[in-house]
């Protein structure tokens, strides 16, 4: 979302963002049909797979962590240019993600 705002592909994003993305980056805020708010099940997922990533020797930054358990946890589609994902959907088999180019 961030990249694909910034690069100005797109005036409007289907679907959301979350709050994490708008604290990242404002502007996402007025490109998003809505912003949704990480829950406690979303920050427990997300340090869950961080544990799995750490004995992996492979930790990510916790803010793409609960943007990926945020889809996992509502079913949604993770639209990035982020390859990096591709680290969680190896330990993550519900985590779907299209990789814009």
């Known amino acids: 979302m961030i990249e694909l705002v910034a690069r100005r592909r797109r005036r409007l994003v289907p679907g959301a963002v979350t709050a994490l993305t708008v604290v990242e980056y404002p ?26 990533l750490r004995r992996r020797g492979s930790p990510l930054p916790a803010v793409d962590l609960v943007i990926a358990a945020v889809a996992v946890n509502r079913g949604m589609l993770l639209v990035t240019l982020d390859k990096h994902f591709q680290r969680i959907e190896e330990i993550e088999p519900r985590l779907r993600v299209e990789y814009r180019a």
């Open 27 to 52: 502007p996402a805020a007025a490109h998003a049909l809505r912003v949704i708010y990480p829950s406690r099940r979303d920050y427990e997922l997300a340090a869950y797979l961080q544990a799995l």
